[in-house]
């Protein structure tokens, strides 16, 4: 029996195999009007295409919790009741398909108010749907964005509460997975790392301020999202600095926290939060970070970073590396990589009746 396809259980539920899609911004959600941040036909034919493939898990892409908590104007919201209502029409042929529907819960922070990365992803003004960017120091993230607002420990909290709040609406929207969204230099991320944290009050200054946000966001997440149901977190296991950043021992270390506050899998990435740094890419790279968490804590792992074959992918998971992989590019290019795998694989995924010339 394959590793890759045996299924996986997390609280109450079971993923059919450990082939996952993660999110991915499309950048192609209404700016304006009353269907902003709503998904649209290209969300769901997007989705849609990797359910029948047979994608175990698929998580939607970021998606945030408050319109100024968007990375561009173009992204998705779970805001408001509209953008619930669009996401059951994906939610439901995903299940339909077998597939697990998920979905990563963001605030931007400082890299907030930005174009589309195909239009160059500089940030814009107000004379091109952009806004005032948070964050938890005035600290631009580089020369070519903003200084953000400094939030205050009232923004702090009504933020906790939006993230609350949309769990609440992904739950409704019928989601079966929440990930808070705790990488790439986004305002989780920026909370944690020192790089991005200058903060003096209670969360700013040592480890422990430092996490606070993002443990008080799981609270708060988790007292709303069903205990039957996993909560996943995605964190950047390093900003890639040799010093004055968050570092895989921070991460380690925040592991171990993040399952004691009712963390189920931690989903790790790097990097983003800190520019100009040099990440030494190549197949894998990242799944080393992934390891280490598992082995050192215990807790369920998904792996990501230039994973693009079966067999790669299937020793991931045999070596106990992973518990799972995450596939970005790959799935973009190859919206069926799980039913193609699994056939090489010789496991038994899912086809739809109507693909069965394909077997």
């Known amino acids: 029996m394959s590793a890759l396809f045996e299924p996986i259980t997390l609280r109450d539920l079971t993923i059919p195999n450990r082939v996952w899609m993660p999110p991915m911004c499309q950048y192609s959600a209404a700016p304006e009007g009353p269907s902003t941040g709503a998904a649209n036909d290209w969300h769901f034919a997007h989705y849609a295409a990797r359910a029948t493939g047979g994608t175990g898990l698929i998580v939607v892409e970021a998606t945030a919790v408050s319109p100024e908590g968007r990375i561009s104007p173009y992204d998705l919201g779970i805001w408001n009741d509209t953008q619930v209502e669009a996401f059951r029409r994906i939610t439901g042929f995903l299940r339909g398909q077998g597939t697990v529907p998920g979905i990563q819960l963001a605030h931007a922070g400082r890299k907030a108010s ?44 009504e933020i906790v509460g939006q993230f609350a709040d949309a769990a609440r609406r992904a739950l409704d929207a019928g989601f079966e997975i929440v990930e808070i969204h705790g990488a790439h230099g986004y305002l989780v991320n920026e909370f944690l790392s020192p790089h991005s944290n200058r903060r003096t009050d209670e969360y700013g200054g040592s480890y422990e301020n430092r996490v606070r946000f993002a443990l008080e966001v799981v609270d708060a997440v988790r007292t709303v999202w069903p205990e039957d149901k996993p909560l996943f977190f995605r964190v950047s296991a390093t900003d890639w600095l040799d010093e004055g950043g968050w570092s895989a021992d921070d991460t380690v270390r925040l592991a171990a926290r993040l399952q004691e506050h009712g963390v189920d899998l931690l989903d790790v990435s790097t990097g983003g939060n800190a520019s100009g740094v040099r990440i030494p890419v190549g197949p894998g790279y990242q799944v080393p970070f992934a390891a280490r968490v598992k082995a050192e804590t215990g807790l369920p792992v998904a792996a990501v970073g230039l994973i693009t074959d079966a067999e790669q992918a299937e020793k991931i998971v045999a070596n106990d590396e992973a518990d799972a992989v995450l596939l970005g590019r790959e799935l973009l290019r190859n919206p069926s990589f799980a039913r193609i795998s699994g056939r090489e694989l010789g496991a038994d995924v899912h086809v739809p009746e109507q693909y069965h010339r394909s077997v």
């Open 114 to 157: 930005t174009d589309r990365t195909w239009t160059g992803g500089a940030p814009v003004g107000e004379d091109a749907y952009g806004w005032q960017p948070l964050a938890p120091s005035a600290l631009a993230f580089d020369e070519r964005h903003p200084v953000p607002t400094e939030l205050t420990v009232d923004g702090i909290r």
